[in-house]
């Protein structure tokens, strides 16, 4: 899948845990930076089948050329599985199956491609929002979610300005 509903579902995942730091960024790596194996394929794939290509959900151009490295096939798990050992959840597991049961959701769904991501991104975005509201309604006195709406857009005001 896209790297932005990754990233998303990682997000939703962290939030449903309560994680520190490390373990935002074990998620973040094993969960999204995965993907980072496609950067040094892209070169070729481009070469072959231009910009356009970018977009292909498979990134497969019935070359045989493998467009991902084997931590997107399932034998990592001899690798991630060990790695999660020690770590809470099983962060690097949990994170890395997460990536990988997307990108096979994908790949079993190909002719819904765009709507299955759209749904899973959605979901995943309405979840994020629905946990930073119900975080934010706990420190509050009285809310509501237009309340919130409304601390969201101070809040990005207050940001933006110098
Ligand atoms: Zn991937």
Redesign the pocket.
């Known amino acids: 899948?896209l790297?932005t509903t990754?990233l998303a579902v990682v997000i939703l995942i962290g939030f449903l845990l309560p994680l520190d730091r490390n373990e935002w960024l074990v998620l973040l790596t094993f969960g999204v930076m995965?993907?980072f194996?496609?950067v040094f394929a892209a070169p070729r794939y481009i070469g072959d089948n231009g910009w356009a290509a970018v977009v292909r959900p498979t990134w497969d151009d019935g070359s045989g050329e493998p467009y991902?490295s084997l931590f997107?096939d399932s034998v990592a798990f001899f690798v991630v599985g060990p790695l999660a050992i020690g770590w809470r959840f099983m962060l690097p597991l949990l994170a890395w199956s997460s990536?990988?049961g997307?990108?096979w959701l994908q790949n079993n769904t190909l002719a819904y491609s765009a709507p299955v991501e759209s749904v899973v991104l959605i979901v995943s975005c309405a979840g994020i929002v629905w946990f930073a509201y119900m975080r934010w309604s706990e420190i509050q006195e009285e809310t509501s979610f237009g309340m919130y709406v409304l601390h969201l857009r101070d809040s990005v005001k207050a940001y933006l300005s110098p």
């Open positions: 899948m790297t990754h995965l993907d194996d496609h991902k997107h990536h990988v997307l990108d």
